[in-house]
Every structure is written in C-alpha cells, then in structure tokens.
C-alpha cells in the first residue's frame, strides 16, 4: 500500500491590515474576549466567582481524576519509547544538518527558567515537609508522621510531582510541535500537531478551537505560577524588611503586597516580552541559573548537607522502584475515613500538579520547541526531562532535606512546619543564618524569585503572541505583548480577589481539562506520523 506524502501546507488566515496584522482574528479576538468574561466575572462577582469554581472544582476531580492520572502516564511513556527506539531517537528536529541555535547552557536555562523554576522555589520547602507530616503512607497507617521513618516516603512523593512524569507532559507538546513545524515546515502552533488526524481541515474552525484552547490554558497555567511567585516575593520582602502591611493576620502574604509585587513582576516582563528570546529572556535565564548555583553551592555548604546527599540518592531510588504504581493508581472516595483521606490528599496534591503541567503545557512546549530546533529527538527528551528532573530532584532534597533536619535534629521547634507555604524558605534561611546574614540571603532569593517570575511571565506572553499570530515567530505585534501583559496581571488580580490562590488553582484546574484531550491527540499523531515516515522510507520515498 502506497502511503501518501505527508501535509507540509497548513494555511492559516490572518488579517493584512489594521490592528490584527499579521494575527488570526479569531483566535486573537476569542481569546481576549474568553479571558475579559472570566476578569468582568470574578471582578464584580468575586463571592459568586469563588464558589461556583470551588463546585466545579470539586465535579472535576471527582468526574476526572483518573483521567488526570492515566493520561500524564501516557505523555511520560510515549516520549520514553520515542527516545529509547534507535531509529526515533535519531531523528532531527530541523533540516538534517542543521544546528541548534543556543548554546546548552543557553538552553537549558530558558527551558528551566520558563518551565518549573517558580514553582520549584516555593515548594522545595513547602512540598517535602508537608508530606513529612501527611502523605498516603501515613494516612494508611504505615508510619508515623514526622519522624524520621517518614522522611523517605517524603521525597519519594515530592519527587513523583516534579519528575519524570511533569517533564513528560512539557516534552511531549514540544517535541510534537518540533517535529511537525521544524521537519514538515507547519507553523509554530498547537493545531499543527494535530495534522495527521484532521488534516487541513485544520486551518479553519477547528484549528482556531484548539489554538484558543491552548491561550486559554497556557494564561490560567501561568496565572497560577505568577500567583505562587508574588506570593513568596511578598514573604520574602517581609523576611527582609518586617513592614507588616506585607503580611495578613493569618501569617500569608496580604492582598496589598500581592498586588503590588504582581504589578512589579507583569510590567518587567512586558519590557523584557519587548526585547524578545535572544536578548532579556536569554540574558534573564542564564542570571536565574547561576543564581540557583549560587543558592544550592549555599546549602551545601551551611545546610544538612549529608542528610540532603542521603535524601537525594535514597529517595531517586526509591522513587524510580515505586514509579510505575504511583503513575497508575488511583484512590476513590469510598466512605471510609481513610479511604476517603487518600482520595483528598491525591486530588490536592497529584492531580492538581497534573493539571498545572497540563495547563502550562502548551507554553512550556511550544517555547522548548522555539528553542530546540537543530537537536535530535534523544537529545531533546534528555534534555526536556531527565536533565531537569534531576535538577529538581537536587534542589527538593537540599532545601527540602535541610528544613526537615532542622525540624528532626536541628531545634526549629516546628517553625519551619508552621510556617505558611509561601514563607517556609525564607523560615529555613532564618533558621541556619544570623539575622544580617539571613537578610541578605533573603534578598538573593527576592531576586533569583524575581527573574523566575519575569521569565516565566514574559516567555508566556511570546507564546500567546506566537499563537494568536498563526505560528510567526517573529513579534511584530509590539502593541499585542502589552495587551497580554495587562490581560494577564487582570486575571491574577481578579481571581486573587475572588478566592485567593486556591481561586486561581480552581480556576487552571478546569481550563487545563480541554487541552488534556488536545495533547493525548497529538501524542497518537506523532506517534502515527513517525510510523508513516517509516513506512515511506522503506517503500524508497521522502519522509518529510
């Protein structure tokens, strides 16, 4: 059987002249139009806005869960079996020959920077010393919370969440969007992906769906981030400056310095979204990584350095050994307190990470896409997971090793448990430092956390930009960067308003869902189009 040429022509309209040049008005304007409903909403209608995200919410995780679970499984499996496969892991992302346009270095610091660096800062504390006290092995009964048998568990639950499997998700998007823009000559954009299944019906309706989808997840998974971010640059400003209108009475960061940090953080992303990739996200990430070397090389030296080393290599393994179960099981509610226990702490901890990484997906893949052109697909995938979550692993287990150690062996008393999410590193620097030098090592998190959340924030706003405007790299639409960049600081600050963080995660939750069933369809499409290629190759024709 013959197999017919694949689509190297996607047209995708986009308007000649006016305001819109050189975007597709549909998705541009029904995305802006999206996003304006959800600020009017919550902005005038913050207590209704809440609550009915807080019921859909709970729909989703009840209706969803396991679909969550199954498909972040499947993202993870179909990207390990790419790059294992000999004559897959060959192929390149790009003409043959052609070389990749940034450095390593270069490299992996925008796609860290963009693609986990916010987070990683706030839960690095946060995420083992919560499950120092709570997690399914304690809640089973099989341990005993906060004691020093718990602490492998720990990190064997913190590193499911920022491992592979995340990774997978981000590595996935992009390296379908490689491949078929890169190798195919298709635009930058999520819709091409999806060619081998629908074609060039593509170019019309239901293309401008799925680009719109994308938008939409991409500002609700970045709005949680950026939400997280100003959120410890507001505890960390306090840590340094003990001003307490920066700080509520319950000990978290008050609404007025969440504001202001956002308005700080969104309009030096827009200056630095102006410059574009080769110039302020460039130079910001390679100043956020040697930051974070700086932070870690600190830790090594002043923290719990063997109990750290002992975390990171027991928990890697014991992490890997239990990989497989924790990717596919899946706790219900069953109307027994722990039964019902395990089904919360699940659907708080691991779906909702699945539903982050989902939403912010479509951001994170196609700027590693943007970025990777030239490598080879084993290279990427090394590159997109193994190297990253090793990277986090390494961080978790020396911040997060430090503060349980201080909590088992060191004399915190229970500060460092105590604390608020959003201030649980800066209790831990307290903890180990005098308090001039704790204020000046605060102030070196204020700003590692400040080009975190400029990175983060002003990558987004490109992608959108690159999106709207059918795949064209190039940002001619200045004004249209802008426009995001306000677009997304509105959604942050009327969601904040409506419910606080936990608004925003509801909200991220419910808008990643949509994209989830987009990013399954486009891991069969590639997997049908590398199988095609394969299938020309043999009969003596051009793959692509």
Not at 119 to 142: A, R, V
Not at 374 to 387: D, Q, T
């Amino acid at each position: 059987m013959t197999i017919k040429p694949p689509l190297t022509d996607l047209p995708i309209e986009t308007a000649n002249s006016g305001f819109y040049e050189g975007f597709n008005t549909i998705v541009t304007v029904g995305s802006k139009i999206l996003v304006g409903l959800l600020i009017v909403w919550a902005a005038a209608f913050p207590q209704q806005a809440g609550d009915m995200l807080s019921a859909v919410n709970g729909y989703l995780l009840k209706s969803f869960g396991t679909w969550y679970i199954l498909v972040m499984a499947f993202y993870l499996l179909t990207c390990l079996a790419l790059a294992i496969w000999p004559s897959t892991g060959r192929i390149r992302l790009g003409a043959e020959g052609e070389k990749p346009e940034f450095s390593t270095f270069s490299w992996f610091s925008m796609m860290f920077g963009a693609g986990i660096g916010i987070g990683m800062l706030t839960y690095s504390t946060g995420e083992p010393i919560y499950h120092f006290s709570t997690n399914p092995e304690i809640i089973m009964g099989q341990m005993q919370a906060e004691s020093a048998d718990v602490v492998r568990s720990a990190f064997k639950w913190s590193f499911l969440h920022w491992g592979l499997t995340a990774w997978g998700c981000y590595a996935l998007t992009g390296l379908a969007l490689a491949f078929f823009s890169y190798r195919r000559g298709l635009p930058l954009t999520i819709r091409s992906g999806l060619t081998p299944l629908f074609g060039s019906s593509l170019s019309g309706g239901l293309g401008h769906v799925i680009d719109i989808v994308a938008v939409i997840a991409t500002v609700l998974g970045v709005a949680v981030t950026i939400g997280f971010g100003v959120s410890q640059f507001a505890s960390g400003l306090h840590n340094i400056s003990g001003a307490g209108w920066l700080m509520a009475a319950d000990g978290s960061p008050s609404n007025a310095a969440m504001v202001v940090a956002l308005l700080l953080v969104m309009g030096l992303s827009t200056l630095s979204a102006l410059s574009g990739v080769g110039k302020g996200i460039k130079w910001l990430s390679n100043l956020n990584m040697g930051l974070t070397f700086f932070f870690l090389a600190f830790l090594l030296l002043f923290g719990s350095t063997a109990f750290a080393l002992k975390a990171l290599f027991v928990g890697i393994g014991d992490y890997l050994l239990a990989l497989p179960a924790m990717m596919f099981t899946v706790w219900q509610p069953d109307g027994t307190e722990t039964g019902d226990a395990l089904a919360g702490w699940q659907g708080s901890w691991t779906i909702f990470y699945w539903a982050w990484w989902i939403a912010f997906a479509p951001f994170v893949g196609l700027f590693l896409a943007r970025i990777s052109k030239g490598r080879s697909l084993r290279e990427y995938v090394l590159g997109a997971m193994v190297v990253p979550s090793l990277m986090c692993f390494i961080w978790f287990a020396m911040a997060g090793g430090t503060a349980i150690d201080l909590e088992l062996n060191g004399g915190a008393g229970g500060a460092i448990l105590d604390a608020s999410l959003s201030s649980q590193l800066f209790v831990t620097v307290n903890q180990l430092l005098s308090p001039t030098l704790a204020v000046a090592m605060s102030a070196l998190l204020v700003v590692l956390l400040l080009t975190y959340l400029v990175t983060s924030a002003d990558s987004a706003v490109l992608i959108i930009n690159t999106i709207n405007a059918a795949g064209d790299e190039t940002q001619k639409g200045r004004i249209h960067i802008v426009v995001w960049g306000v677009a997304l600081t509105l959604v942050i600050a009327a969601l904040l308003f409506a419910g606080g963080l936990s608004a925003i995660q509801t909200a991220m939750i419910i808008g990643a869902l949509p994209f989830s069933f987009v990013l399954a369809l486009m891991g069969v499409a590639l997997i049908k189009a590398i199988i095609r290629d394969g299938m020309r190759e043999r009969q003596g024709r051009a793959a692509s």
